[in-house]
């Protein structure tokens, strides 16, 4: 699913036309040299005769390079790699781990691939202590699941079943994202706690299992009143994680657990491990994927994301995720990281701490490996791929997507498996493969960089933000302004801060804190003047700011029992948001210009939220792009008990979950669609009625149902493809290009190579404890210094001879390209004889992903 090492790094290709220069602007020419000497008689002779350079025709053509993108489905990799081979495909959009593949690409010169590093697998426990039908669940152990971390050899699994592409994975951070580097001595002390120790595993799980009253019967089997305990491991089946849960299962077997393998292509698997309730048992185990689709600056908020209710995520019953059941504890430092509540950074890495301790005390996730994926391709395919999400998690595919140099075609896209859950912009399908075609329907406010996860500005013109002083916020980019001041923020009376769900109005910072309220930054976002002559739903209708307020509204509304649309699941989420959120306000709805005050932020400016930017996967709309006409019919629908955005409420009701794309609920949204044209309805209209006349309430209706009626389906965007054609029950769908996407189509293609840095470490092999060692540190790009000051950090570590964390510290510069690793004799005095290991990281400023290099030596006495 989707989720907004050491890795060699070896063989990196990552296919775009050029890659978005990390410290902004356009490049430059240098200034030519004032004291040039002459040129010569020859060389003046010789430049005559020289054709001259063409100068490139200027770009005309508005919106994506080809014309239509087809999405078809094909489960098995190499089969996939077979097409691309025969010309039937262009690119084969999943991440493939297969090492017998990725020798096949290489070894085909019509062929060439990228490379991400943010899919990674993991074992998901189903942690009901007893299921409803009496059966014992001893996932329901917390010492149980804390031990199953220890029964998997992540180097196995590593080596023998993915080749060598990957690392180890213990914990929720992702091994080449900025925040696995900067607390590294901390993740390493987890990795050293909980690494590979069958005997150890059997041990805890032996004392847990006979506590709940199992013991093993003559076949050696775990049982409970002679009826064996039978795992069900729902077994993924196409990719390398049916391997890894065969692994996992002689495993659990060789301890005495009997295994039921249930093997199952993802749209088998979702209806049994996402949607069944937990409680019914009707699996243990499964092998769960996640994918990064952008490089994330802060992975603060994956404890909430994976481990709370208000994160909502992965199936289990929301009553597990609350703080009565994972602990206060956990659940306070989840809800500081989600909404970045800390003074300083200190305080953030004691939160980290914290929250890693105990996620893995919890652990019904029990990570295993962060892959080094690749995306094949054919070699006149041009893409702009994510070293986080590869091609099928870019942000930045649909805008760059070509073939060869011209314009035109059709590119062919083969998924493992599309439409696996219905669509809907508040709380549909969040499958990968539903959201990369989403994805080129939408637009963005700001587009995320694909090698720095820092964003560039797209449909907004800038960003500026406000802060109180002694905040960790920094800034990189030029179009984004970031500001100091001494007090806190003062938040204007009239600003929204809550909703009445009874009166349909918004409540205001003066109502809801009559005595004033101040916040810790102030997040404004303007965007251009011509923002609704430029920019329309693909249904015709143009974009204004009554969409970005049906987003603010949406936000509160379905949480409030008072609503017509109450929905108890979202609550958390809500509650979540609103303890950091304090106000927002439209200063001027033309040009558009929205600001927010809250007292969560970004570390990085140039990652903000709160664009509440309708069209492109931000809050409430994190499924899709939404214009208040098309989520209209659905919300009439659900406010008279037909339907339910959420898969939790349409079980709860037994009613259908809401689908914009095919089912019995877009009959169900035509009816209603209908009804509001002839009644002229504006949603929310107390507040709604301010943004919305009657006549654009009729246009906009009228265009939904034109849409409708000539595509099938109530999906809109504004972004550079629209859905043209649907077939869920064939995984098939054809993307046509947006004529009227309001940019060229070469917007995008000034990027340059990822400047991924190599580490050399090297130093003497023998250290005499008491005495001074140095250790030697080079850093380079392309065989040449690394800047130093292109550089963020170079942290050492050192470990003994039990992989425990010894010492940790920051190299010292000594020029570009070369640190110095000093450990002192005082330091060296306490290490024991034997085998050590000294590791470092380097973290660069233009690529967010660190180097990590080792050196082993001997201490003796």
């Not at 980019?477 to 970031?482: G, H």
């Not at 106000?583 to 400016?605: C, F, H, K, M, R």
């Amino acid at each position: 699913m989707l989720r907004n090492r050491l890795f060699a790094l070896l063989g990196l290709l990552v296919v775009a036309s050029m890659v978005l220069a990390a410290c902004g602007g356009t490049p430059t020419e240098a200034p030519a040299d004032a004291t040039e000497a002459p040129a010569t008689e020859a060389a003046t002779e010789a430049a005559a005769t020289e054709e001259p350079t063409p100068t490139p025709e200027p770009v005309t053509r508005k919106g994506p390079w080809v014309d239509e993108l087809v999405f078809s489905e094909q489960a098995d990799n190499a089969v996939c790699i077979a097409q691309l081979q025969a010309g039937d495909l262009d690119v084969c959009a999943d991440g493939n781990t297969n090492p017998d593949d990725f020798k096949t690409v290489q070894a085909d010169s019509n062929l060439k691939y990228a490379t991400s590093y943010g899919l990674n697998f993991e074992m998901l426990l189903n942690p009901i202590p007893t299921f409803t039908d009496g059966r014992v669940n001893p996932f329901g152990s917390a010492k149980i699941r804390e031990a199953m971390n220890m029964l998997i050899d992540r180097d196995y699994v590593i080596q023998e079943i993915f080749g060598g592409l990957g690392a180890a994975k213990y914990t929720t951070l992702v091994g080449v994202f900025p925040d696995y580097a900067r607390y590294i001595d901390v993740a390493r002390a987890v990795e050293a706690k909980y690494a590979y120790n069958l005997d150890k595993a059997n041990e805890v799980i032996t004392a847990e299992m006979e506590a709940l009253g199992a013991t093993k019967n003559a076949d050696g089997k775990w049982a409970i009143n002679d009826e064996p305990i039978t795992l069900i491991f729902i077994i993924r089946t196409e990719d390398e994680r049916t391997p890894i849960g065969d692994y996992l299962s002689n495993q659990l077997e060789s301890i005495g657990f009997t295994v039921d393998r249930q093997y199952k292509a993802r749209s088998e698997a979702s209806p049994i491990w996402a949607r069944s309730e937990p409680s019914e048992g009707q699996w243990h185990i499964y092998t769960g994927g996640w994918i990064n689709t952008a490089i994330s600056r802060d992975d603060g908020t994956n404890f909430g994301f994976y481990y709370t209710d208000f994160g909502g995520c992965c199936g289990l019953s929301s009553n597990f995720q609350t703080a009565d059941v994972i602990g206060q504890e956990f659940y306070d430092a989840s809800q500081k990281l989600w909404n970045n509540e800390f003074a300083d950074m200190d305080e953030r890495g004691e939160l980290f701490k914290t929250a890693l301790d105990l996620s893995m005390q919890n652990s019904y996730h029990i990570w295993v490996i962060d892959t080094q994926a690749f995306f094949p391709m054919r070699n006149e395919l041009t893409v702009a791929a994510d070293l986080a999400g590869g091609v099928s998690g870019s942000r930045l595919y649909p805008y760059t997507i070509r073939l060869g140099d011209g314009e035109g075609g059709t590119a062919r896209i083969a998924m493992q498996d599309n439409f696996i859950d219905p669509w809907n912009p508040f709380a549909g399908s969040n499958w990968i493969s539903d959201s990369m075609i989403l994805r080129a329907t939408g637009d963005v406010a700001s587009m995320p960089d694909p090698y720095t996860g820092l964003a560039w500005p797209q449909r907004a013109e800038k960003l500026e933000i406000t802060a109180t002083e002694g905040l960790p916020i920094t800034k990189t980019l030029d179009w984004v302004s970031l500001n100091f001041q001494a007090d806190e923020i003062a938040v204007p009376a009239e600003a929204w801060s809550d909703w009445n769900a009874e009166t349909q109005t918004f409540i205001t910072a003066g109502e809801k804190y009559p005595d004033g309220i101040t916040s810790l930054v102030k997040v404004t976002w303007t965007y251009p003047a011509d923002l609704y002559e430029t920019v329309s739903w693909h249904d015709g209708s143009p974009i204004s700011a009554a969409d970005f307020v049906m987003g603010m509204i949406m936000t509160f509304d379905p949480a409030k029992p008072e609503s017509a649309i109450y929905d108890e699941t979202v609550v958390p989420g809500v509650e979540a948001f609103q303890s950091s959120f304090v106000a927002v306000q439209i200063e001027s709805t033309d040009p558009l210009v929205i600001s927010t005050y809250a007292n969560g932020y970004a570390l990085d400016a140039e990652t903000f939220g709160f664009s509440w930017y309708p069209a492109g996967f931000v809050t409430p709309w994190t499924q899709g792009p939404a214009a208040w006409h098309n989520v209209t019919p659905a919300i009439l629908g659900e406010a008279n008990g037909e339907i339910a955005f959420t898969i939790d409420k349409a079980t709860a009701i037994e009613k259908e979950w809401t689908n914009f794309i095919d089912g019995p609920t877009l009959e169900i949204q035509k009816k209603y669609l209908d009804q509001a044209a002839a009644e002229g309805y504006i949603p929310f209209a107390p507040t709604m009625g301010e943004f919305v006349t009657a006549d654009e309430a009729a246009a906009r209706y009228a265009n939904l149902n034109t849409w409708f009626g000539d595509h099938g389906h109530f999906s809109i965007g504004t972004g550079p493809f629209y859905l043209d054609q649907v077939f869920t029950t064939e995984g098939n769908a054809v993307l046509k290009r947006n004529e009227n996407f309001p940019d060229f189509a070469d917007k995008w293609a000034q990027f340059s190579e990822a400047k991924v840095a190599v580490v050399d470490l090297s130093g003497d092999g023998q250290v005499t404890a008491g005495q001074e060692a140095t250790f030697d540190v080079f850093v380079t790009y392309n065989d040449e210094p690394y800047a130093g000051a292109d550089i963020d950090s170079v942290k050492y570590l050192v470990f003994n001879s039990n992989n425990e964390l010894v010492a940790t510290g920051d190299a010292e510069f000594v020029a570009d390209g070369q640190y110095l690793v000093t450990l002192g004799a005082d330091m060296t005095g306490g290490f024991e004889a034997g085998a050590n290991r000294i590791e470092v990281a380097v973290v660069s400023k233009l690529v967010s992903i660190p180097a990590f290099s080792s050196f082993e030596f001997v201490t003796v006495k």
